[in-house]
């Protein structure tokens, strides 16, 4: 049996975790009608929070 590292298994687990938020991430923008997310860090003003419903649909 091959030996995984630790990294090559946190990213075993991880994967399917990502993929389903930037699946809530995908279905927040299209029913908000945004075009564009950025990470909160990269927005000097103005946007649209969508934190709490991707959450909301992460969570369900």
Request: hydrophobic content about 45%; overall charge neutral; charged content about 30%.
């Amino acid at each position: 049996m091959k030996r995984t590292t630790c990294a090559q298994r946190e990213d075993e687990l991880m994967k399917p975790v990502g993929e389903k938020i930037e699946a809530a991430i995908k279905a927040v923008a299209a029913e908000k009608g945004l075009t564009v997310i950025l990470d909160a860090g990269a927005v000097v003003y103005g946007g649209t929070d969508i934190t709490a419903d991707v959450i909301g649909k992460v969570t369900r």
